[in-house]
C-alpha cells in the first residue's frame, strides 16, 4: 500500500483560496488513481474530486465544480487540489485517497488507502 501525507489546511475567509498537498510514497505513484474526500462534524465523508493515474480523466463533485480542481504531479508522486470561492460549508477534514488505477477514485469502497487529514476552516 502507499504511504500519503496531506499539507496545506488552514483557517481562510469565505471567497479566498487554498491548495491541498498529498505526497504519496513508493515508486508506483502513477499507477494509483488518487482522490480527495472531506468529512464535516457530524457528516458521513464524501468525495470531493478524482483524477486517474497518469491524470487524463478527472471528476468533481457538483458542490465544488467550477471553484475546485485536482491535478497530479508524478515525478514528485504529489496530488493537489486548488480550492477557490471557499465557503463555510467546505469546512471539513479533507483527506486524500489512494485506489486502483484505470478508474477515477469517488467511492470510498474503491480507497485502498488513506492519508491522515488535514483540517480546512472557512470562516463568514
Known amino acids: 500500500q502507499v504511504q500519503l501525507v496531506e499539507s496545506g489546511g488552514g483557517l481562510v475567509q469565505a471567497g479566498g483560496s487554498l491548495r491541498l498537498s498529498c505526497a504519496a510514497s513508493g515508486r508506483t505513484f502513477r499507477r494509483y488513481s488518487m482522490g480527495w474526500f472531506r468529512q464535516a462534524p457530524g457528516k458521513e465523508r464524501e468525495f470531493v474530486a478524482g483524477?486517474?493515474?497518469?491524470?487524463?480523466?478527472?471528476y468533481t463533485a457538483d458542490s465544488v465544480k467550477g471553484r475546485f480542481t485536482i491535478a497530479r504531479d508524478n515525478a514528485k508522486n504529489t496530488v493537489y487540489l486548488q480550492m477557490n470561492n471557499l465557503k463555510p460549508e467546505d469546512t471539513a477534514v479533507y483527506y486524500c485517497?489512494?485506489?486502483?488505477?484505470?478508474?477515477?477514485?469517488?467511492?470510498?469502497?474503491?480507497?485502498?488507502?488513506w492519508g491522515q487529514g488535514t483540517q480546512v476552516t472557512v470562516s463568514s
Open positions: 485517497a489512494a485506489g486502483p488505477n484505470g478508474i477515477v477514485v469517488r467511492w470510498s469502497a474503491d480507497v485502498g488507502s
Open positions: 483524477i486517474s493515474g497518469i491524470g487524463t480523466m478527472t
